[in-house]
């Protein structure tokens, strides 16, 4: 069981580096005036959701394992589980969100600024610690 917890914590991590970095191609992309510059960023925001898109199906798998194999999180006193199912289900939204951005950045439909790609790259930062919060408090 420690192996399948360390491999999904350390897959966590890289999902999240994923997320972290991507908006920040954003807020560069936002702010691009040749389109040379635009088809590296997009080329590069491309390459990185999908490696960490394959990241997140892993690591998902790897939680699942504990949860459904092993028991963590199950029965009565873990409602911190299902708190961190909800925020686990709004960082894969979030991801998917990253995925429509890119799209309407490659298709030249992106109308938002970079000021708001610079509040967007906020969320994973405060999703990650509400869900460490619970895992490690065990709050409920």
Same mark, same amino acid.
């Given at each position: 069981m420690l192996w399948v917890k360390t491999f999904h914590i350390v897959l966590i991590a890289a999902w999240f580096a994923g997320l972290f970095y991507l908006p920040r191609i954003y807020v560069n992309l936002a702010q691009s005036q040749t389109a040379e510059t635009r088809a590296c960023l997009i080329g590069m925001a491309s390459r990185l959701l999908?490696?960490?898109? +394959? +990241?997140?199906?892993?690591?998902?798998l790897f939680g699942l394992w504990l949860f459904m194999g092993y028991g963590i999180g199950m029965g /009565?006193?873990?409602?911190w589980m299902h708190a961190k199912i909800v925020l686990v289900l709004l960082v894969i939204g979030y991801h998917h969100a990253c995925y429509v951005m890119l799209r309407k950045f490659r298709d030249g439909r992106n109308t938002r600024s970079h000021v708001f790609y610079r509040w967007f790259?906020?969320? /994973?930062? +405060?999703?990650l610690l509400a869900i460490v919060a619970?895992?490690?408090?065990? /709050?409920?």
């Open positions: 999908r490696f960490t898109s +394959i +990241i997140a199906v892993v690591a998902f /009565p006193g873990n409602g790259n906020e969320v /994973p930062v +405060i999703l619970l895992v490690v408090i065990k /709050p409920f």
